[in-house]
């Protein structure tokens, strides 16, 4: 049986999803750098549990709470899912693409959160539909109406761009 990865080995291979994670539900950077370090503090002072056999799937899962428990204490549900869109794309050189990556980080944050953390957990992080329940804590069919609820909304809020760019 492979040793445990060590909490460097972890936050090596995670935190930039984990940070896009928690990004998702606070609406800013700054609330997702401390949801971060909260949640690496909080992993450092318990043992990772052996015999795990999705590591990123369990960390979602601890993220997933821990997030939710963030918005409890802070009462911010309602600002997080109206907040202006976190700067999930590298900036672009190309107008038309920085474009694009505007108008599809506007369409995102349009999403109401459980939509939104479910399309991030699908297409960014690829994710099963089993694997997002679990993580969750929510029936399967849930996470996949979700998700196609958030494919229906990204496709309308993206249909004029998608108009514009194809070729006649």
Do not use: C
């Not at 971060?36 to 990123?56: D, H, S, T, W, Y």
């Not at 600002?79 to 599809?104: G, M, W, Y």
């Not at 506007?106 to 960014?124: D, F, I, M, N, T």
């Amino acid at each position: 049986m492979p040793a445990a990865p060590t909490l460097p080995e972890i936050y090596d291979a995670h935190a930039a999803g984990l940070f896009h994670y928690f990004a998702s539900f606070t609406g800013n950077d700054a609330d997702a750098k401390d949801l971060l370090q909260e949640f690496f503090i909080k992993l450092a002072r318990q043992p990772v549990p052996a015999g795990i056999a999705n590591l990123r799937a369990w960390l979602l899962r601890l993220a997933h709470h821990h997030a939710i428990d963030w918005l409890r204490r802070h009462s911010v549900r309602r600002s997080a899912e109206e907040a202006a869109p976190v700067e999930i794309f590298a900036p672009q050189e190309d107008p038309d693409q920085a474009e694009l990556a505007q108008r599809l980080a506007r369409a995102l944050s349009l999403l109401p959160l459980e939509q939104r953390s479910v399309a991030q957990l699908k297409l960014w992080d690829g994710l099963t539909f089993e694997e997002i329940a679990e993580v969750q804590g929510i029936p399967l069919n849930t996470a996949a109406s979700r998700y196609r609820y958030a494919l229906e909304k990204l496709r309308s809020e993206l249909r004029p761009l998608y108009d514009e760019l194809k070729p006649s």
